[in-house]
């Protein structure tokens, strides 16, 4: 496996120990719907939580966060409605993001919640 995708993958590990101690349940994770994909799903209250997870090794080019462009929230937003579909779900939705950056061992984690709102 190629560094970038090992790294992401213990990125969306670490988010999923994260929500799991914040109280959410996880529902989903790498749900694919063609070549869209989300990484968490997970419900907190009354919210299904679309959890978009992005991982780097520093945050020297910038935040994590700032490579959720608007092409991937349309990705996501594609995706968040077939899952939706699929499960029959009656909640109401939000789309965070979590940013961790991965640096000799230790981690930050910066969860934003409504991170971004679906256009209508």
Do not use: C
């Not at 907190?44 to 935040?63: C, H, M, N, Q």
């Not at 594609?78 to 993001?97: G, L, P, T, W």
């Amino acid at each position: 496996m190629a560094d970038h995708n090992e790294l992401g993958k213990k990125g969306e590990d670490l988010a999923v120990e994260y929500l799991g101690k914040k109280g959410y349940k996880i529902l989903e994770k790498n749900w694919r719907q063609g070549r869209n994909e989300i990484d968490v799903i997970a419900a907190d209250g009354k919210y299904l939580v679309i959890a978009e997870v992005k991982t780097r090794k520093s945050g020297l080019f910038g935040d994590p966060e700032t490579a959720v462009t608007k092409e991937k929230q349309k990705a996501l937003i594609r995706a968040a409605n077939a899952y939706i579909r699929y499960k029959n779900m009656q909640m109401e939705v939000r789309f965070d993001i979590i940013s961790i950056i991965i640096a000799k061992e230790k981690e930050q984690i910066h969860h934003i919640e409504d991170a971004f709102y679906p256009l209508l």
